[in-house]
């Protein structure tokens, strides 16, 4: 839900809820899957002037970290201000060495859990293996079954404005993907690559929102 829309001069302020309605974490089960925010802004013309978590054709998301470095992984953030800031909600595995990995074997916990709570779940009461990993156990907008998520666009001289924001859904992220492809040489995997290059459907929309300001 759009908790708050202004314009201050030539800067676009949208201020987003995410609320999970359902009784375990969302995304929930296994960490391949994960959420985020597609959030675009158009000038009267339709023209793009901003976008934030843009979904390729091979089902990478623009601008997030671990897409292209499977060292890394996309922060959570309080405030969007670039393109390359993409709000996900996701859980990444670290290994023994506190590494990250994409391979559940070899999994020993979270460097990374911003999968969206229940309602009532308590995260600095909640004990280690279901607790919340990363910045977001730090950041008082995320906890009890809601995020709050705040754009802030330089929009220049444009007038009038209007956004969309699009809560979307992977149950295979694109880094799970790329660490498989790392051993396309055995026949499973290159079977499963040739399914993968032939799928239409690289995400799907939870919910979807709009507005406009002059």
């Given at each position: 839900e759009i908790?708050?829309?202004?314009?201050?001069?030539?800067?676009?302020?949208?201020?987003?809820?995410?609320?999970?309605r359902s009784g375990h974490k969302l995304p929930t089960s296994y960490p391949s899957r994960r959420m985020y925010i597609h959030?675009?802004?158009?000038?009267?013309?339709g023209k793009v002037i901003f976008e934030s978590g843009e979904t390729r054709s091979d089902g990478s998301i623009a601008g997030v970290d671990a897409d292209t470095?499977?060292?890394?992984?996309?922060?959570?953030?309080?405030?969007?201000?670039?393109?390359d800031q993409v709000q996900v909600y996701e859980a990444i595995m670290a290994d023994t060495d506190n590494r990250v990995t994409y391979t559940?074997?070899?999994?020993?916990g979270y460097k990374?859990?911003?999968?969206?709570?229940?309602?009532?779940?308590?995260k600095n009461l909640a004990p280690d293996h279901v607790r919340v990993a990363g910045a977001a156990l730090a950041h008082g907008n995320f906890d009890s079954g809601r995020d709050l998520i705040t754009y802030r666009v330089d929009v220049g001289t444009a007038s009038p404005v209007s956004f969309e924001a699009k809560l979307k859904y992977q149950s295979l992220g694109y880094a799970f993907v790329a660490d498989l492809l790392r051993d396309i040489d055995h026949p499973e995997?290159?079977?499963?690559?040739?399914?993968?290059?032939?799928?239409?459907?690289?995400?799907e929309t939870i919910a979807w929102l709009s507005g406009s300001l002059p």
């Open positions: 908790l708050n829309q202004s314009r201050i001069n030539n800067e676009l302020i949208v201020q987003l809820r995410i609320i999970n959030f675009v802004v158009r000038d009267d013309a470095d499977l060292g890394i992984y996309e922060p959570h953030y309080d405030e969007i201000t670039r393109s559940l074997l070899w999994a020993a990374k859990d911003t999968r969206i709570t229940p309602d009532g779940f308590d995997v290159a079977r499963f690559a040739a399914f993968y290059d032939k799928a239409r459907i690289r995400a």
